[in-house]
């Protein structure tokens, strides 16, 4: 499977400035070949390459690779484009949104990230140094570092493209890996069911609840900070909400990342597979009053949905996702299925066997129910998968139809591209 390592660039003012012109000469020459693209339909590769290929490498000095690339990073984001209209991420056709994605060329940042082959990257594993293509000819010795994990990963798999990226600041290269998986567990003894929420982030069917109180005091506090600093409006706050910008993002990113590989580890420890929730479309289903809304969209299931899958698969552990109704309102142990079964928010008793317990709890234990019902009619691995992919449909009790067996069955086994996370 492929991941992606970020390395951190430590370049001199010297090499900065080289890698900055770079940037932005690659940009400017993507954003010319998208209009090229846009004005003449000619947005496959070899078409635009026969349009653009020599006025990208005469008027902006670029090497034939790195005009190649530019020229493949703009069919790319064409692609792109054609993939999110399809999928109606930009809205109805004749909506305003989708008007505005289609008619106009696609523009690239200055500073957007621009792909590096072998041929245009070196690498100096043992002296952690770079040698890499710029505008202003070869810049060598070129220092980088990583965490241990990060470098090891490196050195014994990369393979493939690197992307030159500056973010805030401060430079990286995110270097593709070919990292072996483990062989697939066809045989799981059962499922670990996993109830994804708010409160608590996740609750596994062994009864382990990974509460996300601190995650949602940081949050809250972040968004009042905010909110104080636009309030105010001056230099001063302007330059610390830029500081701040993305922290409360890495902060959840790195809570995912944890949770993740706990419940991967637990899975893989006691040969077990993994059972999610399909959560697709929750935002546009769910109606939540206004003090509530920020909590919901700053909810990243979807982010720790994608860790676990990814995961498992290096693992070998199976991961399957399920329709989540009314896994939250059905007896664990009887059946019952009864709004009034869920007292509170922590809270479920059921009103036909009177069982009670944790509401999360029990959703997870229900879960894995319908993951063992899955993987008894046939259902494969979705791992990595994405939940709006995977998600099988089933009847109010947990029941399967042979159609959804056979959906299953064909759900395509896909590559993923992922930051390694020590």
Known sequence: MKLVVQVRLLPT???????????????????WCSREAFDKGAKRNVELRRHTYGEVKSRWGLGAQAAQHVIKKTCDAYATLRVNLRAGNLGRPGSRRYIRATERPVVFRSDGAQ??????????????RVSLWTVHGRVKDLAFTAS?????????????????????????????????????NVDPVDFLGIDLGVVNIATTSDGEILAGRELNRVRARERGLRAKLRSKNTPSANRRLKKRRRKEARRAKDIN???????????????????????????????????????????????LGHFIAYKARRA???????????????????GHCDKANRVSQARFACRSCGFVDHADRNSSRNIRTKARKLWRCGALSAAPVSPPEAGLKQDADGSVTASDARCASALPQRRVVDRVNS
């Open 257 to 303: 990342h944890k949770i993740a590989k706990h419940v991967v580890a637990e899975a893989e420890r006691t040969g077990r597979g993994i059972a999610l929730e399909d959560l697709t479309g929750i935002r546009e289903r769910a109606r939540l009053r206004k003090p509530q809304r920020a909590t919901h969209s700053s909810w990243a299931f979807a982010q």
């Open 316 to 334: 070998g552990v199976p991961v399957l996702f399920v329709d989540p109704a009314h896994t939250s309102r059905t007896c664990a142990v009887c």
């Open 115 to 128: 792909p590096y082959d072998d041929r245009m990257l070196s690498w100096w594993m043992a002296e952690r």
């Open 13 to 31: 003012p010297v090499q900065a400035r080289a890698l900055e012109l770079t940037l932005r000469a690659c940009n400017e020459a993507a954003t």
């Open 148 to 184: 241990p994990e990060q470098l090891a990963v490196l050195a014994r798999h990369r393979k493939g493209e690197s992307d030159l990226v500056h973010r805030e600041g401060k430079w990286y290269l995110l270097a593709t890996c070919e990292v072996p998986e483990s062989p697939m």
